[in-house]
Every structure is written in C-alpha cells, then in structure tokens.
C-alpha cells in the first residue's frame, strides 16, 4: 500500500517485489534517483525492479536496497524473502498477481507493515470516526467512495492512529486485479510474517490485530471469500477495507468518505486565513506552495474558492489542479480548466499507479463507479444530475416521477451513497448533492442518450412547482423558512429559468411570476423585471391563463418600484387589478391595490394611493385578512406623516403592530418599528430615531430586505445630521451611496453637478443630500447646505416622495434666507398635499424674522 490518495489501476504484469520497493521508497521520501544513489546500483534498476521487469535480482543488489532504505527486521525479512520467493508464491500470470504489504513501524511496539501515513488536511474528524469504529469491535468496517476521494490515505492514518489498540500487529494488502482468495490469504499472512492461514491464531496470541485492505473493487469476490476465512481462522482479527464499493460481509459496517468541505457559492475570503478554514482550499494552498513560492495574492483567492467548489472538494483532482500552478495563475487555473474538471489526469509516475496504464483521467475514475450501477440506476443518476446544487428526497422523487407514481428514492440514494457518488451533508431537508465531477459525467452521458432536453424541462417543472408552494409563505409567519429554502434551489431556479424561457416559456412564465417577493429580498429587483418583461414579451405566452399574466405583470410593478421605475409601471399594476377585480380573486386584488399603493405614493398620485389604501382595509377587514390588514394600515401611516398627523400615525403603528403580532409575521412588525423610527425623527427626538433605527437596520439584514433596510439608514442617517453627530452621519452617506455611480468624490463634500439624483437608486442618492445639506447647516456653511438641499429638491422632478422634497425646500430656504424659495415650497406642499410640521415652522418663521429685520434696518439706514 501507498498513502496517495486514491489509486484507479489494475497491477499488470508485476510482483510482489515491486510493490515492496516502491512502498517501502516512498514511505522513505526518496526518488527513484535518490535511492539509487544511496544504494549504489544504477537508477535503471531501481525502475526495472518498481515495474516488475526485474523479478529475479541478484541477493546482493535486495540487500544494498534494504541497507539503504534503513528497514527495520521484520521489514527487511519480508523484502528479502521477496526477491526469492518459494515456488508456490511465485506471481501468477498477467492479471492475477498477487497484492502486497508494505514498511512501517509503530512507536508504541506493535508491528506495522504499513507505509507512514501523509499529513491530512481536514481529516481529523474522519479519522477520530473511524478510529471509534474499530475501537467498537466491529469485525469489518469498509470505507467506500469515488476514486481520488481520498479513502486509502484515511485507512492508512486511522490505522496507525489505532496501532497501540492491536498489539499483535497491524499489516496491510493492496488487492490486484484478477487476485483470487488464496492470493488474498497469502498477502494477509505474509503482512504478519506467518506462511500459512493457520498460523496466525499462534501469531496473534489472543491478542487484537488489524488488516487494511486496499482496493476491494478490484477483485470483490475474492475479497469476500478471503475476509469470510480469515476472520473465522483468527477472531481477533479486525479488518478495515477501503474500495469503491463495501466487501458485501454480514455484519460489515460501511462508512462513506465524503469530499473535503469547500466554500459555499458566492464565497468571497476576506483573507487567506478564512479561506483556508474550508479544508478543501486549505488543501489546495498547501499543495500550491510545493510548485510556486508565492501564497496566492489577495485578487486569486475568489478564484481558489471558486476553483475547489468547481472540484467537488476531491482530494485527488484538487491536487492534480495545484501541480498545474507551476505555470499558471490561480485566476487562469479556473479560467482554463474550470469547465473541464473530468480531463484532469493523474500523471504516469503519481505512486501507487501502474506507469503502463498511461494517464487516468478523473472522467475514467467517475465511469469506474459508474459502470457498478444497474441500468435504471444509471438512468436515474443522469436525471439527477439536472440539480445544481443540493436538493431533497422529495424533489428527486418528483423529478424522477416524470408524470408517473413517485416511486420510493431511498434505495437508489442509497446505492449512490454506497458507491461514492453521493454526498451527504447537513442535517435539513436540502442535504443531498451529487459531486461536480459526478454530475458533469452524468450530463454527458445524459446528452449521448439524447436525454439532455427532456430532463432539463422536467426539471424546470419540478422546480416551478417548488416555488409556486413556496411563494404564499413569503408573506407570512413562514418568510424566513421560505426564503431559507429558495436560497438553497438558487442554483437550479436559475437554471430552470434559463432553459424553460427558450423550451418551455409558459412554464418560465409560471416559475418568474412566482418569484418577486424573494428577487426582492435577495436585491435581484433589475434582474428579475427583466425576465418577467421578456417572459410577458414572448408570444408563445400569449395565451396564457390571464391570472397568470396578471401576476407576472404585478410582480414586474412590484420589483420596478424597488429601483425608482414604479412609475413605468403603473399601466402593468392597473391591468393586474383589473383582471383580478374581474374575476373576483380577493388575493390579488388586495395585492394589485397594495403595490399601486406604494407605486402612487412614490410617483406623486397621494390621493389615489390613500383611495387604494383604504379599498384594501375595507376588503380586507370583511374578509378577515388579518396581514392585508395591517398592510393597510401601515400604507396609510404615510398619509397620516405626509398630513403631519405624527399622533395619528404613531396610533396607526401600534394597530399594525398587533394585527402582524396576531398574525404572526415578525416582518410586518419590524416594518412598523421603521416607520415608527421616521415618526420619532419628525418629532426632532433625534437619538431616539437613531436607536430604533439601528435596531431595526439589523433586523431588516437578518429578514434580507435590502430596500426597507436602506429606507430606514436614512431614517438614521437624517437624525445623525440632524442631531450634529457628523462622523456617524458620514459613515450612513458612504453605506447608501456605494454602489452608485453619482456618488460625489471622497473629500469633495458637494453635491454633483447637473444631478441631484441617480436613475438606479433616486430616493437613497436624495436622503443622501439631505443628509449632507443637515451636516453643513450644523456646521454653519450655509453655502454648501445650500447647494445640497437644492441637490435633494431636484428629486420633486422624478416624482419622488414629495414629503422629501417639502423637507429640503425647509432646508433650502433656512440656508440661502431666499423667500422665493417660499413659493418654491408652497407649490409642492399643495401638489403633495404635505403639511408642515412644527420644528419646519419654526426653521420658517426664523427666516422671515430675519429678513423682516433686515428690511428694518435698511429702512433705518
């Protein structure tokens, strides 16, 4: 046995001999040259004897090979013994030779003919399992998985962590191809130096001792006869077996070996240091720093957590990535060989592997396994592999259902689970996920059938279903669990999206029109409208059940009032609740209203808004909708604001504060905390608001609502100013207006020219320079707050919320002392029907107070 990771090849015409050599050199950590060299024979033949082209040597040249690989006594008899073996262990013909031990020797005192174990990475607790297993007396425990996955390298660990418990030896057999039981024995008892099977009981003494068996795919039947006799000829036998699949022993217990774990999909490392928390990365920096000097640079590490996810956490295919560092970078690793993951090739002198094999490639290891399943299995894993990412028992019933009785999968996973080729992770529903090289491989073979169309629609109607059940909980008590669970389908909802807009459009229809509420949550507001208007554009769905098309029209008014674009979409929003009117459909007429709502609110339509507001308390309240309910009534706490009836909309908050408590939906009260949060600030009880408000930001961070999140840090913000608190003030500015492109120069401090506001986020770019005109009044530049109310007043333009633009015309005057600011100001209270509030006055009457001063003492003069 070798301590690689994994080996995929059949012995070929080689003998015992070879395969000591070469253990007992690599457990050394010598090249074949290095060995020569210390032996003093030629390198040729220390590479004629390793391929089995050398089977008699002559004594002196074994002996100058022990000498020089310092084997201790009881190794060194077994390697003599090798070189001029009895007739009856002589090699068998091409095809049946016989599988081997190798050196080793424990510190404790037991014998082991084991090659020393390689540093794991991320291992530990595999090891600490397995040791636990063969500390439990279990007469055979088999490790299986995919080649690569790194089976023989934990065998080889878990042994020597357990030597000091098998005090009568531990010893190990590498199975070749083609081997029979007497082959196996033979192997067996030579690794504890005994000739015959009967001799280990007098070996053992009584006393416990374990086997490692490597390879058992390799000839399992044998494999199964030989375990069946050894462990009845010497019951203190424990053996471990590792293999693709177990050894098929009653009472045998199969352990898995999973991949190592990778970062998770749009990981991207602060640092080195939380990179390297994910084993698999680890594993592939420690391996990268033995071809190149330098540790990836900071712009590489995406790319490495990208790369190892990409790898499926093999130990095998992340390190035949590594040696490809030599030459590249990391960035062009992913770049170059990314999509190609199943050509990665062992090379022809990796240990443990025949060199006449030529290159193995990771396609060939996966077909290996592959090849093990019955023909229904197989058809079954190329359906699976339509999943991207992890997915439940459920859904792979559903998806290989296709239109029939869902049959029980837990065999089948079973059987996958068995064989390596599937990983298991987690303890929730969504916990099964096929490897990446597995699913590649799956989806090749899957297009060679011609199958690749026909399971990619049936998945993309398995994953509509998914989230047309799931959508109704988006609003409710249930958010967090449903956005929980369509954050986990990400990957396959957007890959059923994709295929299902050209195949299938009326089922990507029916999929998009389910998912704004989590587009929006998840900030894919642009995005997803653009799917929806190209869905809706399509005329193969034009005949489309008009509820649907309503829904999708809604949901596009929905996302587009999330980017400032709601006015474009009022037409949408209007036809949706016509439709729903029409047909009587309480549920979407309450949120067909509820969106034109908001939509007319933002666009200046204040009476219409409060009209649809109180249509949806009405409908609402006679149908007993508790959560339409106090929608309502938080829609109309902004009329209440917008009237400066701050009493009335504090008593607004608190009635939809107990109708979201009654119904149970903990983000409809942290809403309400938000817009309290606005109320308190208007009431100039200004660190007050900017508690509530941080209180709620984290809140609003952990639900994933990304736009309530940035209405309410400008709550904060506002009240920063507004309060004189400039640092924290600035640091709310720099949080709204990352990411946008008229965001002024760091240092500048003013307002950028010819623009007040962005096209992408106009109500964060105008709180943004209210903020600033605040900081610049308090800091008694009245010029510069000057410019920046006046920045924010250009919003009234794009008809954004006008109790916004009424705030900055207040500021605007109280800074210049320009009473035609006044006239200004009255025209967009009348259009917004706003009415001042009691601190606005007073900023006011200062005003006038100073310019009728003013027009006094000119008089005087």
Known sequence: MTPDHDRSR?????????????????????????????????????????????????????????????????????????????????????????????????????????????????????????????????????????????????????????????????????????????????????????????????????RPALLVVDAVERAPDAVAEALRRLLAAA???????????????????????????????????????????????????????????????????????????????????????????????????????????????????????????????????????YRLLAPGERAALRRLSAFGNRW???????????GGDRADALPLLDRLLELGLLSVRGTGPFRFRLLDAVRDFATEQAGREGELTRIRRRHARVVTGLVVRTAPDLAGAQLGTAVHLLDEATSDITSALAHAAGDDPITALRLAAALPRWWRFRGRDVSGRRWLRRLLADPRTADVDPALRAWALLGMAQLAAEHGAGVEELPSARAALDVFRDAGEVSGE????????????????????????????????????????????????????????????????????????????????????????????????????????????????????????????????????????????????????SGTADSPVPGQRRPPRGAGVSAARPREDAVCALIEGYLALYQGDRELAAEWFAAAAEAGADGQDRRDVVEALVGLAASTADVTVLGRLDEARRAGGVSLLPQEEALLYALVARRTAGARRDATD
């Open 235 to 369: 019951p203190d036998l424990r053996v471990l077996v590792t293999g693709r699949h177990p050894a098929g022993l009653p009472g045998e217990l199969v352990r898995p070996v999973a991949p190592l774990d990778v970062p998770p999909p749009g990981t991207v490392p602060a640092g080195r240091a939380e990179l390297d928390r994910w084993p698999a990365a680890a594993l592939f920096t420690a391996r990268l720093a033995q071809v190149r000097p330098e540790p990836p640079a900071p712009v590489e590490l995406p790319a490495v957590a990208a790369l190892v996810r990409r790898l499926g956490g093999l130990p095998l295919a992340i390190e035949l990535m590594a040696a490809r560092g030599r030459i590249l970078d990391v960035t062009e690793l992913l770049d170059r060989y990314g999509h190609r993951v199943l050509d990665l090739a062992t090379p022809e002198d990796r240990p443990g592997r025949d060199p006449a094999e030529g290159a193995v490639t990771l396609r060939d290891a996966v077909a290996t396994s």
């Open 590 to 737: 309450l949120a067909a209203r509820s969106v034109l709502c908001a939509l007319l609110h933002a666009t200046g339509g204040h009476d219409e808004a409060r009209e649809h507001a109180e249509a949806v308390l009405e409908l609402a309240t006679r149908h007993g909708r508790v959560r339409d309910m106090a929608v309502a009534q938080n829609n109309l706490t902004w009329h209440d604001i917008r009237l400066g009836d701050l009493a009335g909309a504090r008593r607004r908050l608190a009635a939809v504060d107990r109708l979201a408590a009654q119904c149970g939906e903990r983000r409809l009260r942290v809403l309400a905390r938000a817009n309290l949060a606005e109320v308190v600030r208007l009431e100039g009880r200004y660190a007050d608001a900017v508690a509530q408000g941080r209180r709620v930001a984290t809140a609003l961070a952990e639900l994933g609502d990304p736009g309530h999140r940035r209405r309410v840090l400008g709550t904060v913000g506002l009240a920063l100013a507004q309060d004189g608190r400039v640092v924290e003030a600035l640091e709310v500015v720099v949080e709204l207006r």
């Open 392 to 402: 439940s028992v459920e859904l792979a019933e559903e998806l290989l259902a296709d």
């Open 10 to 206: 059949s012995p070929g015409d080689r003998t015992v001999l070879s395969d000591l050599l070469r253990g007992y050199r690599l457990a050394a950590g010598l090249t074949q040259a290095e060995l020569a060299a210390r032996a003093g024979v030629g390198v040729r033949t220390v590479r004629d004897l390793e391929r089995g082209r050398s089977v008699r040597p002559q004594r002196t040249t074994v002996e100058l090979l022990a000498d020089a690989l310092g084997l201790p006594h009881a190794a060194r008899t077994i390697f003599l013994s090798a070189a001029r073996p009895s007739p009856a262990a002589e090699p068998r013909p091409a095809g049946r030779h016989l599988p081997v031990t190798g050196p080793g020797a424990a510190a404790s005192g037991t014998p082991i003919a084991l090659p020393q174990p390689v540093p794991l990475i991320g291992r530990d607790r595999d090891i600490a399992e397995v040791a636990a297993l063969l500390a439990a007396d279990h007469p055979v425990v088999s490790l299986i998985g995919l080649a690569g996955v790194g089976k023989t390298a934990l065998a080889l660990s878990a042994a020597h962590a357990v030597a000091a418990d098998h005090p009568a030896g531990v010893a190990g057999v590498l199975v070749g191809a083609g081997s029979d039981a007497a082959d196996v024995l033979a192997a067996s008892a030579a690794g504890f130096g005994v000739n015959r099977l009967r001799d280990l009981t007098g070996r053992f003494g009584g």
